[in-house]
């Protein structure tokens, strides 16, 4: 068995990015398929989720059809987009139009108005008290209702940049989130032939597994059993995603084992050569990114047990989630490597302590820049009307750089005509980062808030880090960003395959519908 732990904990989102379905799908396939989205929508009633999915699809249509941004966001937009993409943070504070108190900010709201999805600039008179984004505020009791906002503040030559990204998500308190996360993981352990006995009728024809064979040869059979069910239950969405993605592998068995958990290895990858023939920009810009990044993340619990790891590889456009699961839920593993079956939880309302550590490979035109060991202390908190997730980075990682630049000018050549060395300068940028901000550090942080069941809920996401201001800094930036920001026709078959994506997933929904009206 391969004893590797792989993650689970964001697989929500994913376990609908497979296959082409066959007319005439069984009522139970259907049901098997549709869980997660009918557990994290409806809290388990399938007509809610149906009636919940249909408004965020329509506030979707709003988004990619008829998105309309005044002329002082559209602008906005425009600036911060040069200024980020070279790291003009001097540039970005001194377009900032919100003066409180040390910083500089601006705020952009979006709200759907009919048929179209409107962002506009908040004007100067406006203050945090009056827009945040709050389940029983103005702004977040509908689905859609967004709130965004940029702030910076000097510090010395550096730049302390704050983010903020909230969003209505509806009826969706974080009980649904989770149980959705849960339904998908143990959707995906269902390949598992010993995680319980299947009543036949749920299971997808067999035409339907030689079809995923045929377009996944390299899937082994439990795999392809969780893959077909997807195939049967979004065969819509499915048409879509298979001409621009597959999925490498699902689920690891250990066939001498007990069954009484899954080791789960979800992997996929962006074919550009696949998209080539309707999307040849985006194939384009997603084939010359190039290896530029391969991150390895794990995360570790208080005891320093392994409980999820990711991986991620822009050469190979590719990203795996890995982890043990036992009825939905994660095992952490042992430093022996044996999994921990009987962990106790944690005592309701009790922190939990969680760290995540990252290896991170750059590679810049031959240059390799390998920082290790960077590490995020996080910590989960539930709370009665939601959750908060918080995170940290406070240690300076090693800095380790070499290689040749466009294959033939090695580093310790370039170093000699920098005042400083390219690790230095690297260590530096993430000694800003890291120690930065008054000793603060970077600091991250997820919110979740519904005030009473089946009520109106939000999503926030924070982050605050000192960036160092550095003439340098700024050129790896933009070089890096050639690569990492399309261009406008790139920008365009975007848009076109999530509308495709989300016609395609209405298509579907109206599918599963009137199958569970039968």
Known sequence: MRRTPRLVALLALLVVTCGVAAAGVP????????????????????????????????TLRCVLHDLRLDDGAARFVRQVRSSLGDLDLEGLHGMLPLREGEWRRVRLVGQ?????????????????????????????????????????RQRGKNFVTQLEVGLG???????????????????????????????????????????????????RPEDVEVVAVLWESFPHLAEVLLEVARFDDVLVLDF??????????????????????????????????????DARVRWVDAEGRQIARMSLDTGA????????????????????????????????GAPVEVRGVADLRFNMNGILTDVRGLEVDGLYERRPDGADLTGRLTRVPQVVVSGNAFGFLPSWAIDIVLPSNLAELTTEFFTAICRGDGGRGAT????????????????????????????????????????????????????????????????????????MKK
């Open 27 to 58: 009522r139970l396939v259907w049901g098997r398929g549709w869980a997660p989205l009918v557990q994290l929508a409806g809290a388990g009633d399938p007509d809610l989720a149906v009636e919940r999915l249909g408004l965020g699809l329509d």
């Open 112 to 152: 759907r108005e009919g048929a179209a999805y409107a962002v506009r600039l908040a004007p100067a008179a406006v203050t945090a008290s009056t827009h945040t984004i709050d389940p029983g505020g103005p702004l977040g009791a509908r689905t859609g209702d967004l709130l965004a906002l940029v702030g910076t």
């Open 169 to 219: 998500v509806g009826p969706v308190g974080w009980d649904q989130i989770t149980e959705g996360l849960a339904e998908a993981a143990r959707l995906l352990a269902s390949g598992d032939p010993r995680a319980g006995a299947l009543d036949p009728g749920a299971r997808p024809a067999t035409s339907t597994r030689l079809r995923v064979v045929e377009t996944h040869p390299g899937l």
């Open 256 to 293: 001498k084992g007990t069954g009484a958990y899954q080791q789960l290895r979800l992997s996929g990858r962006l074919r550009p050569d696949l998209m080539e023939a309707r999307y040849p920009a985006l194939s384009g810009f997603l084939a010359g990114m190039g290896p530029l990044l």
């Open 317 to 348: 456009l590719a990203l795996t989630l890995e982890g043990f699961v036992a009825d939905g839920r994660l095992l952490p593993v042992g430093r022996d490597g044996q999994v921990v079956l009987d962990a106790p939880a944690a005592p309701e």
């Open 444 to 515: 991250f942080g997820l919110r979740a808030r519904q005030r009473e069941a089946d009520g109106p809920a939000t999503l926030a996401l924070s982050g605050q880090v000192e960036v160092l201001n550095s003439l340098l800094i700024r050129l790896g930036f933009r070089i890096a960003n050639q690569k990492l920001l399309p261009g406008e026709k790139a920008r365009e078959e975007l848009w076109t395959l999530l509308a495709r994506a989300r016609d395609a997933f209405e298509r579907d929904l109206g599918g599963f519908s009137r199958v």
